[in-house]
């Protein structure tokens, strides 16, 4: 089955309209979120909604930081324009929209791939993967062949070898990369609603779990439009801009 993964929606309804027009125009036929569906954007609302209509679907969605925030309150350690936001999502959303993303769950497990937000080593503990070391902590602390995950905004994938050794693979977009059996993979398709790379376009990915093949896409999306929503919120406005420039 084709599974479309997506990661870091951050409340860009543009954005996520986009990557699952795409997704479905690909074949995809199921989908999994990869938790910080809310945070940054305008539209959290309209974002929870649509991901709680896929979950009753049979999607699987893991809990991000900013997903947590909401629902608990911010850490102190959250940047300021980061807290701000999520005071301001609390009160754009439903009581029913906050129980959902307060019980989402840290990780899902299907077949051999597990589906987290941040790290399989504490995934409420919210540290990043961003090098081959911290790949390799992931994959040492998880049995599952395969981890897919998020927080971080660039696409990355990571591999380790029988002896152990991690190594980083440069993903290109619309190529497949079959994850070959004899390692151990960690896939980070990147943000859909806020790419950090230069890149304005939405990123996200398809799995293949019949032939084991992963492909990253960038799809471009209306982001004047997701950034204007963000300034007539009154939302910092260097979200906004981020959304433009892709930093």
């Not at 009753?56 to 102190?76: E, I, K, M, T, W």
């Not at 897919?148 to 905004?153: L, R």
């Not at 977009?173 to 390692?183: A, E, N, Y």
Request: charged letters at 15%.
């Amino acid at each position: 089955m084709l599974r479309a993964l997506l990661a870091d929606v951050h409340a860009n309804r543009e954005a996520l309209a986009a990557c699952l027009e795409h997704a479905r125009a690909q074949g995809a036929k199921a989908y999994a979120f990869l938790g910080d569906l809310v945070g940054y954007g305008a539209d959290p609302g309209p974002v929870t909604e649509a991901v709680m209509a896929a979950v009753d679907g049979g999607a699987v969605a893991v809990l991000g930081n900013h997903d947590q925030a909401v629902a608990q309150g911010a850490r102190s350690a959250m940047h300021p324009d980061a807290r701000r936001v999520i005071e301001w999502t609390r009160a754009h959303l439903t009581p029913a929209q906050i129980a959902f993303l307060g019980g989402l769950p840290f990780s899902v497990q299907v077949g051999e791939s597990l589906h987290v937000h941040a790290n399989a080593w504490d995934p409420g503990g919210w540290a990043y993967v961003l090098n081959a070391y911290d790949a390799g902590r992931s994959l040492r602390a998880t049995p599952s062949r395969i981890t897919f995950c998020g927080h971080v905004h660039d696409p990355m994938l990571f591999h380790m070898a029988e002896g152990g050794r991690v190594a980083t693979f440069e993903p290109v977009p619309g190529s497949g990369i079959p994850l070959g059996p004899r390692r151990r993979w960690l896939a980070i398709p990147g943000s859909a609603g806020q790419p950090r790379d230069g890149n304005p376009a939405a990123c996200y990915a398809l799995f293949d779990d019949a032939t084991s093949v992963l492909t990253y896409f960038r799809v471009p999306y209306d982001a004047e439009t997701a950034a204007a929503k963000v300034r007539a919120a009154g939302l910092p406005e260097r979200l906004g801009n981020r959304l433009q420039a892709g930093t």
